[in-house]
């Protein structure tokens, strides 16, 4: 009886009252086949990639931790450091959607594998776990006895272990409903099965309290076990999953995410979402539209991306944006998309379609080298560049969501609602409705020309209406649709889709003008900045290939980061000019679809001949996405005021040996964080760390033994903590605040020993242990100074 009253209520749940009538079912992945295009490009060298990939050295964690003899060593880097096992659950998933994508039995017979061996080592651990977490069977022995200590990037000591594991979660499900491997569905059961069994004698307060470490999207994936075997157990476990400290704000309409690591709340939030679709849950499938809103439209760049230094930063302020050198993180657009084809099913709209392709283009696209590797961060940075990942070296977060990316563009370029048809992406492919005996051919070379053309083979004519996404980008009123060369009337929808009913018959063919326009878009905080567009492409400038230090990144803990040179933000191009309309001044290059020049504009004289370009183009090169804008009257003020905040800046950076922003998850990571009763937060902006009774350290680098200072950040207002200051466990400095700073943040310097640096190996630990009945920091900024 409980199974059936299971399966009734899920069958109920597309029911959602906000999206009702407004549902749309995507095609299978197996359905779409990519034409020649920059996708399908991506495509192939994606899939070059992920078979230069090891799945012996993949699975080595896994067979580990089962206590089984390993084939092959495993990989270094995130994958030899904590994270073990996570870039094993991503190729699961990347395997899938590339097989579904291309149908190749080579993708198909490695997942297979891969599969077969994870059943293997779930057998041997008897209990239904695998896994590849470092020590996992103390691990989840001790949280089953409700010893939990989380921190927001490590859980009893260990490197987000459900972040980890959440993408064997994932891998499998996607194993199973892409690629219907039905084993994957048997493992994946059982090790829900586990987690039901680990977590039956936890309070929900405890797991709460477990959540506050990085867990990836453990809620959407029960809520996907329970849609696959029609139990509401798995519901309710996904439920418990969900972290309350993210989900209530957005329940209410608040936005409260400045601050707070972007990529950890976004796969909670598409877990809400699934939940809300599993559960049919309105409120929930409310709040996590609210998030989508508040990213898209108040913390996102034109490339589609969001975060500075895998941070959200203040949403009237995106000054942090265009300083630093660690910009947009695919991994959060690789989730926001995620997100976005949820909320587009459940109520389809042109808005999260715009979103969608701007982001497919700009970020996505642009993430993969054309001759493989991943990007990590790019940079809005004037004059900056990225690095790219390599098979054996570099095995970060975002070459795991990279490996998925480019093996998964046909998921959206067609959906249909009962009969009819929609047209969302205008990408050359082929998409087969084998249950309507309907074929549709999309060929030309959009974005490179103006047009798409659909040629529809059907086994018997059908009426249907052919519903045609119209962009926020094409020029008003230009959309034309032809049907075997003749004009034909469309009527618009409250969603934006143009829509064609007649009774179509094999053979037809639809032409689709899409005009666009060149428009500049300023930052979402309405500052002097601007990036171009043209259709839903970016437009950006390559302006050197001088420093790219670490461009193809080696297996270092911050090879992901463009560690090169920082430019002076004054010495880059910019625009001067009094008018509104900046881009009038863009004039198309002759011979060249989507390069255009802007030399009325630039200044100085040294880059009035730079092009413009689509970014997804550039690559091995510094660039300009967004540009300063000022007028001739204000250019000699505004360029001495950059200069002045530039060179302390700059002369800051070449003082610093190695720096460590507290309380920020993956500089801490990077810095070999460690601590005991230590809490972190934001504070008026600024990220701290602090410890009641306990102590926290990092790692700091010193491969020259060159440190002279310690320069610690704190706020004037701290005032009751005593603390020590220890370096290699040498009493540096015991520290009072007192708070009589007033209300400001300030910095101390603390001279280093040299005979504790010249005899540190290159390596300082930097702990602050708080005296006893009081609290060490808050500390806000670690800096070692030359």
């Known amino acids: 009886m409980k199974n059936i009253v299971s399966i009734c209520m899920i069958a109920l749940l597309p029911q959602l009252g906000w999206a009702q009538g407004r549902q749309l079912e995507a095609f299978p992945l197996s359905a779409v086949r990519l034409q020649k295009s920059?996708?399908?490009?991506?495509?192939?060298?994606d899939a070059r990639y992920m078979l230069a990939m090891s799945p012996d050295r993949l699975l080595a964690p896994y067979l580990r931790e089962a206590g089984l003899e390993s084939k092959a060593a495993g990989y270094g880097n995130w994958e030899g450091t904590g994270l073990d096992g996570h870039i094993g659950g991503h190729y699961l998933s990347a395997l899938a959607k590339m097989y579904a994508s291309t149908g190749r039995k080579d993708l198909n017979d490695r997942l297979s594998?891969?599969?077969?061996?994870?059943?293997?080592?779930?057998?041997q651990n008897g209990n239904g776990y695998v896994g590849g977490v470092p020590g996992s069977r103390q691990l989840w022995a001790d949280i089953a006895a409700g010893k939990i200590n989380a921190g927001s990037f490590s859980l009893n000591d260990k490197w987000v272990p459900w972040y980890n594991i959440h993408k064997l979660y994932a891998g499998l499900v996607d194993a199973y409903q892409i690629a219907g491997n039905q084993k994957a569905k048997d493992v994946l059961v059982k090790l829900s099965d586990?987690?039901?069994?680990?977590?039956?004698?936890?309070?929900?307060?405890?797991?709460?309290?477990m959540l506050r470490s990085?867990?990836?999207?453990?809620?959407?994936?029960?809520?996907?076990?329970?849609?696959?075997?029609?139990?509401?157990?798995?519901?309710?476990?996904?439920?418990?999953f969900s972290h309350q400290r993210i989900l209530n704000p957005l329940l209410q309409g608040k936005d409260s995410l400045t601050g707070m690591h972007a990529n950890t709340q976004i796969p909670k939030v598409i877990g809400y979402m699934r939940v809300a679709e599993v559960g049919g849950d309105t409120a929930w499938a409310n709040a996590a539209n609210f998030f989508w809103n508040t990213v898209t439209a108040h913390r996102t760049v034109s490339i589609g991306g969001n975060s500075v230094r895998e941070h959200f930063h203040p949403a009237t302020d995106f000054s942090s944006m265009l300083e630093s050198k660690e910009g947009p993180e695919t991994c959060?657009?690789?989730?926001?998309?995620?997100?976005?084809?949820?909320?587009?099913?459940?109520?389809?709209?042109?808005?999260?379609m715009d979103y969608y392709e701007r982001t497919l283009y700009n970020h996505i696209l642009s993430s993969q080298h054309p001759k493989g590797g991943f990007v990590y961060f790019t940079p809005m940075r004037p004059r900056h560049y990225r690095v790219y990942s390599q098979p054996d070296q570099g095995f970060w977060c975002c070459v795991g969501s990279g490996i998925e990316n480019h093996g998964k563009y046909g998921e959206l370029i067609y959906a249909h609602k009962d009969k009819d048809l929609f047209v969302n992406l205008f990408i050359p492919s082929t998409l087969s409705w084998k249950e309507r005996g309907i074929q549709v051919v999309q060929s030309g070379k959009f974005p490179f020309e103006e047009r798409s053309q659909l040629t529809l083979t059907l086994s018997k004519p059908q009426q249907f209406t052919l519903f045609v996404r119209q962009p926020s980008w094409v020029k008003k009123g230009g959309m034309k649709i032809r049907v075997n060369n003749k004009d034909v009337p469309f009527t618009t929808n409250d969603a934006s889709y143009a829509g064609v009913s007649r009774m179509w018959k094999s053979g037809d063919v639809v032409t689709i003008s899409l005009p666009m326009e060149t428009r500049s878009e300023k930052l979402p905080d309405g500052s002097n900045w601007v990036s171009f567009t043209h259709g839903p492409v970016v437009l950006a400038a390559a302006t050197d290939t001088t420093g790219l230090q670490g461009l193809r990144a080696d297996d270092s803990r911050m090879g992901h980061i463009a560690n090169g040179p920082l430019y002076a933000i004054e010495d880059a191009p910019l625009l001067v000019s009094s008018q509104q309309n900046l881009e009038a001044s863009l004039m198309p290059v002759k011979g060249k679809p989507l390069a255009f020049t802007a030399s009325s504009l630039i200044y100085p004289q040294q880059y009035k001949n730079l092009e413009l370009v689509p970014f997804f183009q550039i690559h091995d090169a510094r660039y300009m996405i967004y540009w300063p804008v000022t007028t001739s009257d204000s250019l000699a003020l505004r360029q001495k005021a950059i200069q002045e905040r530039e060179k302390t800046s700059l002369a800051l950076e070449a003082q610093t040996i190695d720096q460590v922003a507290p309380g920020e998850q993956q500089p801490e990571s990077d810095h070999g964080f460690k601590g005991e009763?230590?809490?972190?937060?934001?504070?008026?902006?600024?990220?701290?760390?602090?410890?009641?009774?306990?102590?926290?350290?990092?790692?700091?680098?010193?491969?020259?033994?060159?440190?002279?200072?310690?320069?610690?950040?704190?706020?004037?207002?701290?005032?009751d903590r005593t603390f020590d200051i220890l370096?290699?466990?040498?009493?540096?400095?015991?520290?009072?605040?007192?708070?009589?700073?007033?209300?400001?943040?300030y910095e101390v310097d603390y001279d280093l020993p040299q005979q504790l640096v010249q005899n540190s190996g290159g390596m300082l630990q930097v702990k602050f242990a708080a005296h006893p009945g009081s609290v060490a920091?808050?500390?806000?900024?670690v800096r070692l100074m030359k």
């Open 38 to 45: 920059p996708f399908k490009q991506a495509q192939e060298t």
């Open 332 to 352: 959060n657009s690789y989730n926001m998309l995620k997100l976005t084809r949820q909320l587009f099913l459940a109520n389809y709209a042109a808005d999260y």
């Open 194 to 209: 586990w987690c039901l069994d680990l977590t039956r004698n936890l309070s929900d307060a405890q797991v709460q309290n």
């Open 727 to 745: 370096v290699n466990d040498t009493l540096l400095q015991t520290v009072v605040l007192n708070g009589n700073q007033g209300n400001n943040f």
């Open 214 to 240: 990085e867990h990836g999207g453990m809620n959407e994936v029960f809520a996907d076990v329970a849609a696959i075997t029609g139990d509401g157990k798995y519901l309710a476990l996904a439920r418990r």
């Open 777 to 781: 920091g808050g500390i806000y900024y």
């Open 677 to 719: 009763k230590t809490e972190s937060g934001v504070f008026r902006d600024r990220h701290w760390r602090h410890a009641t009774g306990g102590w926290f350290s990092y790692d700091l680098k010193d491969s020259k033994k060159a440190s002279r200072k310690l320069r610690i950040t704190y706020y004037g207002g701290d005032k």
């Open 113 to 123: 594998y891969m599969i077969d061996w994870l059943e293997k080592c779930q057998q």
